[in-house]
T-cell receptor, first 114, second 112 residues
Framework: NAGVTQTPKFRILKIGQSMTLQCTQDMNHNYMYWYRQDPGMGLKLIYYSVGAGITDKGEVPNGYNVSRSTTEDFPLRLELAAPSQTSVYFC?????????????FGQGTRLTVV | GENVEQHPSTLSVQEGDSAVIKCTYSDSASNYFPWYKQELGKRPQLIIDIRSNVGEKKDQRIAVTLNKTAKHFSLHITETQPEDSAVYFCAAGGNAGNMLTFGGGTRLMVKP
């Protein structure tokens, strides 16, 4: 199993540009998450999904959109990039269900908006 | 929603000493409390977790304790080694959507 795979690893965007961060997992997990981690700070939840076709906002959703058309993929879309979106983005997945289980993280995408 | 507070934000110890990191949570419905270690430039990885039906769990030099009444849980690392230097995150889950809410992190530095 590859686990959780994110692409790209690094990206520089100009203000106002758009991009999609890709995330795929091969563990057949129902739950998927997007977090952002600002320098020296903790993890903030952007969006999450409890299954294909279902998404919901987390703590900091403004400026982002997600979709979950398949169990495996959970892309994060940035529209009109702003310097405040400079951060490291982590995708994660977990089996979820009646009992919480370990969340597995991707390797992260370091995004700089200039 | 859930709110998780983590202290201290930085912790410096001498190699061989113990380190303790504490977290408090607000949602009494939370029932899953994992701890993640994040080395510089890498992804967070689970090191230990505890569920609300137990009060303590140990794994070699690492232990976690949980006090559900007081809504706090702690990570204990004994005989610290330089490779324990990293950022540690606590988290709480069990609320709607099984989301994990993370604490702000603790940067642990173990001096040789």
């Amino acid at each position: 199993n590859a686990g959780v795979t994110q692409t790209p690893k690094f990206r520089i965007l100009k203000i106002g540009q758009s991009m999609t961060l890709q995330c795929t997992q091969d563990m057949n997990h129902n739950y998927m998450y997007w977090y952002r981690q600002d320098p020296g700070m903790g993890l903030k939840l952007i969006y999450y999904s409890v299954g294909a076709g279902i998404t919901d906002k987390g703590e900091v959703p403004n400026g982002y959109n997600v979709s979950r058309s398949t169990t495996e993929d959970f892309p994060l879309r940035l529209e009109l990039a702003a310097p405040s979106q400079t951060s490291v983005y982590f995708c994660a997945s977990s089996a979820g269900g009646a009992e919480n289980t370990e969340a597995f993280f991707g390797q992260g995408t370091r995004l700089t908006v200039v | 929603g859930e709110n998780v507070e983590q202290h201290p934000s930085t912790l410096s110890v001498q190699e061989g000493d113990s380190a303790v990191i504490k977290c408090t949570y607000s949602d009494s419905a939370s029932n899953y409390f994992p701890w993640y270690k994040q080395e510089l430039g890498k992804r967070p990885q689970l090191i230990i977790d505890i569920r609300s039906n137990v009060g303590e769990k140990k794994d070699q030099r690492i232990a976690v304790t949980l006090n559900k009444t007081a809504k706090h849980f702690s990570l204990h690392i004994t005989e610290t080694q330089p490779e324990d230097s990293a950022v540690y995150f606590c988290a709480a889950g069990g609320n709607a959507g099984n989301m994990l809410t993370f604490g702000g992190g603790t940067r642990l530095m173990v001096k040789p």
